[in-house]
């Protein structure tokens, strides 16, 4: 981990050319520079679950219903608040509930969409995670019936042996199948985890066959990460093992015909999609809930009571702020590029004004010699080694960066600043 983190700080210094860390502040402002932005996307947190899962190290309190209503009021005054800003409707790529549970507040969704239907227009469907239990046909429908095109289900697995290490209720798979059938998406995305304890290809297969013989047309595999804040105690699995089950499990999905669409995600056929994260620019609503803009990252706060008091004052319920110099902005920009497997410089140009081999010459020869991207046309693609050491990089990240963060972020509602 030294080691790791040690090339981590080095790898950082060199590509932003600066020693300056990312430094998140506790400024905050109420305009924010959206108006212009290409390619926004739009997230909305709904933070209630039924019960805790101790391996989660989202942003959620137990669920009930008379705070999840009042915390939707206040959510509507925060979007009426940023969309009034606008002059006229604005174009977004897609819209993205998670949690949490937000099917939980299923009877407010439609609410919450039209709400947003004022200031934008959504040009690629609408998304939400479900947990198992929020598979029935009443609340597939009413989520149907608000113009929700995508669901994601949070299966995690389909065996018994490791939803008990995740204390999560045996699955009625057949029940789950015929829910599904009644009510059709878009895309069916279904959630699994993978490299846990002694977890084997085996087990992962049989996983990846019942999500698709249950109707799923996309499936995202999470690596297990052991978070330090949570109360878990499973251990996550060592880097070789995990990277062998890894290649294996990707060959697999490949072998039945599914392409891969992000780091984690898999899709049976081109048009199905899921993911929140590769968008290059997206407003968050809700506790928790970031913002990316052209030169900042936002981070709301976490404690429902403080975001409600917030927005009761007129103000954004922003935490923390990171004001980028355009070298961090690239770095963060290729970082979650990269999250879908693709670079295309053309794309980086337009963004940023720049031809990207000149920023990253240098740096994409050395990723092609490495064996970890290839290059057609000036579409940069992680090859199956580069997928995996992203991957390892990614839980490197999560775990020195997004651990930290979020573990101060639970315990206060506007920190100081974070150093990361
Ligand atoms: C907000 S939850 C999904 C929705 C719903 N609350 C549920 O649990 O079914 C988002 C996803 O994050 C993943 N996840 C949660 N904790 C994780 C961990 N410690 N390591 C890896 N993935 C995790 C799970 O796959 C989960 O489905
Ligand atoms: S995994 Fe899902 S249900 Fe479990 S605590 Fe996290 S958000 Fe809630």
């Not at 997206?282 to 917030?310: H, M, P, V, W």
Request: net charge positive.
């Amino acid at each position: 981990m030294i080691y790791i983190s040690l090339i981590s700080t080095i790898t950082r210094m060199w590509l932003t050319r600066s020693f300056k860390p990312f430094t998140f502040k506790n400024h905050y402002t109420n305009d924010l520079a959206f108006k212009d932005l290409d390619n926004l996307g739009l997230y909305v947190h709904i933070p209630f679950c039924k019960s805790i899962c101790n391996f989660c190290p989202y942003c959620k309190v137990l669920y009930s219903k008379d705070l999840c209503d009042k915390y939707i009021d206040y959510l509507i005054k925060e979007i009426n608040f940023v969309g009034s800003k606008l002059d006229e409707k604005k174009q977004v790529t897609s819209l993205y509930f998670g949690g949490g549970s937000p099917a939980l507040a299923t009877d407010k969704i439609k609410d919450i969409i039209d709400t947003i239907n004022k200031y934008f227009i959504i040009t690629e469907g609408i998304g939400i995670e479900l947990h198992p239990e929020d598979v029935n046909v009443e609340t597939l429908q009413a989520l149907k019936n608000a113009n929700v095109t995508k669901i994601s289900i949070g299966i995690q697995s389909f065996n018994k042996k490791y939803q008990n290490i995740l204390g999560r209720k045996p699955l009625d798979c057949s029940q789950l199948a015929n829910n599904l059938s009644k009510v059709k998406f878009e895309t069916v995305s279904i959630d699994l985890i993978f490299a846990l304890p002694n977890q084997t290809y085996k087990d992962l297969k049989e996983d990846i066959d019942t999500a698709l013989s249950i109707g799923a047309n996309h499936i995202a595999i999470y690596p297990f990460i052991d978070f330090t804040f949570t109360k878990s105690k499973v251990k996550a699995m060592e880097k070789k093992e995990k990277k062998a089950l890894l290649d294996d499990i990707t060959n697999y999905l490949f072998e039945k015909g599914l392409v891969r669409n992000s780091i984690w995600t898999f899709a049976t056929k081109n048009n199905a999609s899921y993911s929140s994260m590769t968008r290059d620019n997206f407003l968050g609503f809700g506790c928790s809930a970031t913002t990316l803009l052209k030169d900042q990252f936002k981070i709301n706060t976490f404690s429902i009571e403080e975001y409600i008091k917030r927005i009761d004052n007129n103000n954004l319920p922003t935490s923390l702020t990171i004001d980028f110099t355009k070298r961090q902005r690239m770095i963060y920009y290729l970082f979650w590029t990269l999250y879908s497997t693709k670079i295309d410089s053309l794309d980086f140009e337009k963004f940023f004004g720049i031809p990207l081999k000149k920023m990253y010459g240098f740096e994409l020869y050395l990723a092609k010699k490495l064996g970890f991207l290839t290059e057609e046309n000036g579409i940069y693609s992680m090859t199956l080694k580069g997928a995996f050491y992203y991957h390892y990089y990614e839980n490197f990240y999560t775990l020195s960066y997004i651990d930290k963060m979020w573990n101060v972020m639970k315990n206060e509602a506007f920190p100081k600043g974070i150093k990361l």
